[in-house]
């Protein structure tokens, strides 16, 4: 696993062979944040990496810039290996959390520039994440939320998409979160108001 760019560019860590993650190829990361220059600027905001996996993502922000990293990560095993590599970039900017990705989302209080999510393929819920992570207020107004997924789902139809990239077999949905929001009125009418 290596780390494509910024301050800690270069920098690899071996994952161990007994790990069932399947982490984002270099190839698919190096061309996805290359696409994400383009919505959103990295510096000094507030990032979540929802099933972190080997934290290669999350890594992969904090060197392009970012202040604050939270990762999420359920596997015993992949928790203490993100902390290892953390340990070895000498950094207390990603908050690693032991938990379930999907309890996560429904109970966060917090609010994010951008939020990525890898869950696994053959995850039962996955085609539900996007609308969970975009129908809550996890979000801020106009930011990006980054989906990886397999060729067998799309997402288009939902109102926050704004493109896909294939890569492989590998799939990003990127969506940009509205930038005001609806509100309800006492006479039923709805009028924007900004957040």
Known sequence: ???????????????????????????????????????????????????????????ELLSRGCREVVSVERDRDHCAFIRKCLTKLDTNQVILIPGDALRYIKNCREQFDIVFADPPYSLEQLPDIPQMVLGGDMLKPGGIFVFEHGHNHSFTHLPQFVEQREYGSVNFSIFRQQETKEEERTDGQTTPTDD
């Open 1 to 59: 696993m290596r780390i494509i760019t910024g301050k800690y560019k270069g920098r690899r860590f071996e994952i161990p062979r007994t790990f069932k993650a399947r982490p984002t190829t270099d190839f698919a990361k190096e061309n996805l944040f290359n696409v994400l220059m383009g919505y959103i600027d990295l510096e000094d905001i507030r990032a979540l990496d929802l099933f972190a996996g080997t934290g290669s993502i999350s890594m």
